[in-house]
């Protein structure tokens, strides 16, 4: 005779760890809270101080009573970790700052300021031959940047330790207290209160991002670097970015026009047309990584050679374009052109996808990656000596003239509202609404049905095909479709740099765009979203833009960025749900528990089955 043991109805497949969480140093919560808050108000302070003796140093950092340069980030910072550490006594109007974490942002805002501060304070030690050239503001704020993050370090985590690993190492416990809790369902407001809050949101997006692009020198961008790494990393422990995301995922047509909006003002934000120039070409890179997008993120396709649908586009608008160099000698107006430079992009990627397609992976990789190189060296060799003379060979098509839509010369200033719209703003205006466009088109794709298939190819070929999925003919279609996204970009960028030549189409290189920083675009940013190209490929381009001093190491450091995003962020920074549950463990079993039936339940035996 068998005896069951009935089983606890209480019983999950998720393991919830009670073990409280222990404090890096070991300090009174009271004392370290404490100790965050002077801290960070120490580091305050120093900020109105002088931080050197000379002017050699740029940012003038020499003025009493008035920061400047990089003390501003500093302030900035300090603000940030006060209001963190202060929203953890529950003071009325700033609960509302840690509806998520309240420990974890703090110490990540405190860590930033100390790294801002100590990066300063070597940049000047460095540059101007010692410490003795440090005045007293940069000790008081690199001292108080010390306490807040010793303060904050004494500070409980907040969430107890894993199941898993309840007693875990010293590293592990670092990283534990960096982690935080999702934040709880937010009080509803009344809509009007919710479209304020998002418009709130983008334009401190759009503030935070012209003043990155306006960094006049590269000690300037790195610290912002730094300062916003570890902000923003502070702001979604916080659980503010997932609260702001929920709201953009309830109104998500206010969402898309703030943001066209927020980016409409950027060129009137800037008065150097440099800064316009590196938001137009932004724009261009971000536009052929989101039709990349269509390609990996949608149909789950290695295209190592994407960047000659690119060169496509803009060898075939340039030789309508009017240029003295063309061989074809004929000028089609804007739009001609356009549909000439997609048309010619669509058709190579159906040429070249028809043969290839039907290989997966690595061997579509490598054939793609050929694709690339093939196009390279054929405008190379059509120069009229190795073949037909049509692309003047290396030397490219130069003088390509200035757009000109309804009267309306982009190569020329216009004063709009009072601001003067230069040359680099006009074409900046273009390619937003031609991203507008590829957004428009990519959303309206991945919601659709063929959407829906391109997924399904992309998580199982085999399973889709047996599905009824024709997997072939769909991702022709995706190929023929980021085909034309890019050559789209491409009879833009014709126009803005004035000229192309084949050596702006590699696979990898030192300026972007080519094969290699668009596909790590799309990875970096999170493959099958609209935002994550779009942000990767801006951090892409302006980081190197900036860091032009560091351009011989530079495919070095890409390399390092990549290993550590793999290693700690393989979904990407702004990642679909799916990745974020691909990659991350959620506690739930693969399988579920063989459970045994409720009592008065029907079950079925094998044999009868």
């Given at each position: 005779?068998?005896?069951?043991?009935p089983?606890?109805?209480?019983n999950?497949?998720?393991?919830?760890?009670?073990?409280?969480?222990?404090?890096?140093?070991?300090?009174?919560?009271?004392?370290?809270?404490?100790?965050?808050?002077a801290?960070?108000?120490?580091?305050?302070?120093?900020?109105?101080?002088?931080?050197?003796?000379?002017?050699?140093?740029?940012?003038?950092?020499?003025?009493?009573?008035?920061?400047g340069?990089?003390?501003i980030?500093?302030?900035?910072?300090?603000v940030?970790t006060?209001?963190?550490?202060l929203?953890?006594?529950?003071?009325?109007?700033?609960?509302?700052?840690?509806?998520?974490?309240?420990?974890?942002?703090?110490?990540?805002?405190?860590?930033?300021?100390?790294?801002?501060?100590g990066?300063?304070?070597?940049?000047?030690?460095?540059e101007?031959?010692?410490?003795?050239?440090?005045?007293?503001?940069a000790?008081?704020?690199?001292?108080?940047?010390?306490?807040?993050?010793?303060g904050?370090?004494?500070?409980?985590?907040d969430?107890?330790y894993?199941?898993?690993?309840?007693?875990?190492?010293?590293?592990?416990?670092?990283?534990?207290?960096?982690?935080?809790?999702d934040?709880?369902?937010?009080?509803?407001?009344?809509?009007?209160?919710?479209?304020?809050?998002?418009?709130?949101?983008?334009?401190?997006?759009?503030?935070?991002?012209?003043?990155?692009?306006g960094?006049?020198?590269?000690e300037?961008?790195?610290g912002?670097?730094?300062?916003a790494?570890?902000?923003?990393?502070?702001?979604t422990?916080?659980?503010?970015?997932?609260?702001?995301?929920?709201?953009?995922?309830?109104?998500r047509?206010?969402?898309?026009?703030?943001?066209?909006?927020?980016?409409?003002?950027?060129?009137?934000?800037?008065?150097?047309?440099?800064?316009?120039?590196?938001?137009?070409?932004?724009?261009?890179f971000?536009?052929?990584?989101?039709?990349?997008?269509?390609?990996?993120?949608?149909?789950?396709?290695?295209?190592l050679?994407?960047?000659a649908?690119?060169?496509?586009?803009?060898y075939?608008?340039?030789?309508?374009?009017?240029?003295?160099?063309s061989?074809?000698?004929?000028?089609?107006p804007?739009?001609?052109?356009?549909?000439?430079?997609?048309?010619?992009?669509?058709?190579?990627?159906?040429?070249?996808?028809?043969?290839?397609l039907?290989l997966?992976g690595?061997?579509?990789?490598?054939v793609?990656l050929?694709?690339?190189?093939?196009?390279?060296?054929?405008?190379n060799?059509?120069?009229?000596?190795s073949?037909?003379n049509?692309?003047?060979?290396?030397?490219?098509?130069?003088?390509?003239?200035?757009?000109?839509?309804l009267?309306?010369?982009?190569?020329?200033?216009?004063?709009?509202?009072?601001h003067?719209?230069?040359?680099?703003?006009?074409?900046?205006?273009?390619?937003?609404?031609?991203?507008?466009?590829?957004?428009?088109?990519?959303?309206?794709?991945a919601?659709?049905?063929?959407?829906?298939?391109?997924?399904?190819?992309r998580?199982?070929?085999?399973?889709?095909?047996?599905?009824?999925?024709?997997?072939?003919r769909?991702?022709?279609l995706?190929?023929?479709l980021?085909?034309?996204l890019?050559?789209?970009?491409?009879?833009?960028?014709?126009?803005?740099?004035?000229?192309?030549?084949p050596?702006?189409?590699?696979?990898?290189g030192?300026v972007?765009?080519?094969?290699a920083?668009?596909?790590?675009?799309?990875?970096?940013?999170?493959?099958?979203?609209?935002?994550?190209?779009?942000?990767?490929?801006?951090?892409?381009?302006?980081?190197?833009?900036k860091?032009?001093?560091?351009?011989?190491?530079?495919l070095?450091?890409?390399?390092?960025?990549?290993?550590?995003?793999?290693?700690?962020?393989?979904?990407?920074?702004?990642p679909?749900?799916?990745?974020?549950l691909?990659f991350?463990?959620?506690?739930?079993?693969?399988v579920?528990?063989?459970?045994?039936?409720?009592?008065?339940?029907?079950?079925?035996?094998?044999?009868g089955?």
């Open positions: 005779m068998t005896t069951e043991t089983m606890d109805k209480t999950d497949t998720t393991k919830v760890s009670t073990t409280p969480a222990t404090p890096i140093i070991p300090l009174p919560h009271t004392a370290a809270r404490a100790l965050t808050v801290g960070s108000a120490v580091a305050l302070v120093g900020t109105f101080l002088a931080w050197t003796w000379t002017r050699e140093f740029p940012g003038n950092l020499t003025v009493t009573g008035y920061p340069g990089l003390q980030l500093t302030l900035v910072g300090s940030l006060l209001l963190f550490a929203s953890g006594y529950n003071i009325r109007g700033l609960r509302w700052l840690t509806p998520g974490g309240t420990n974890s942002p703090a110490l990540l805002a405190a860590l930033g300021v100390l790294g801002t501060t990066y300063t304070m070597g940049a000047i030690s460095q101007l031959g010692g410490l003795v050239n440090l005045e007293p503001g000790w008081v704020s690199g001292i108080g940047a010390l306490i807040a993050v010793i904050a370090l004494a500070l409980p985590a969430q107890p894993d199941a898993a690993d309840p007693t875990p190492n010293l590293w592990g416990r670092i990283r534990h207290s960096l982690a935080a809790p934040p709880g369902r937010a009080k509803a407001l009344p809509s009007w209160a919710e479209i304020l809050i998002i418009a709130a949101g983008f334009g401190a997006g759009l503030y935070v991002f012209a003043y990155g692009i960094t006049e020198y590269s300037l961008f790195i912002f670097l730094i300062i790494a570890f902000g923003f990393t502070a702001i422990r916080a659980g503010l970015l997932k609260r702001l995301s929920a709201l953009t995922a309830k109104h047509n206010v969402t898309l026009a703030a943001a066209f909006v927020a980016a409409i003002c950027f060129p009137f934000t800037q008065t150097n047309d440099q800064f316009a120039l590196i938001g137009a070409n932004i724009l261009i971000a536009t052929v990584a989101l039709g990349l997008n269509v390609v990996v993120g949608l149909a789950g396709l290695l295209d050679g994407y960047v649908f690119l060169g496509v586009g803009a075939a608008a340039a030789l309508v374009s009017g240029s003295p160099q061989s074809i000698g004929v000028q089609f804007f739009w001609a052109a356009v549909l000439t430079g997609a048309l010619a992009s669509l058709i190579f990627g159906v040429v070249i996808g028809a043969p290839t039907r997966r690595d061997y579509l990789a490598i793609t050929g694709f690339g190189e093939i196009f390279r060296i054929t405008m060799n059509l120069n009229g000596r073949g037909p049509v692309t003047n060979g290396s030397n490219g098509i130069p003088n390509i003239p200035d757009l000109e839509i009267g309306f010369n982009l190569g020329l200033p216009h004063n709009v509202l009072g003067e719209l230069t040359r680099s703003g006009n074409y900046y205006l273009l390619m937003l609404l031609f991203t507008a466009i590829v957004v428009v088109v990519f959303r309206r794709s919601e659709s049905r063929i959407g829906r298939a391109w997924v399904a190819i998580e199982d070929e085999t399973a889709a095909t047996a599905m009824g999925i024709n997997g072939f769909l991702k022709l995706a190929f023929a980021g085909a034309c890019a050559g789209l970009a491409g009879t833009v960028q014709a126009h803005v740099s004035y000229s192309v030549t050596e702006q189409y590699q696979f990898a030192s972007p765009p080519n094969s920083f668009l596909l790590a675009a799309v990875i970096l940013g999170g493959m099958g979203t609209i935002s994550g190209p779009l942000i990767g490929a801006a951090l892409l381009y302006l980081i190197p833009a860091l032009q001093f560091m351009a011989e190491y530079q070095l450091l890409f390399g390092l960025a990549l290993m550590l995003l793999m290693r700690f962020r393989p979904e990407g920074l702004v679909d749900r799916r990745k974020q691909e991350h463990e959620t506690g739930q079993l693969d579920p528990e063989d459970k045994p039936l409720p009592e008065g339940a029907t079950g079925v035996a094998k044999a089955a």
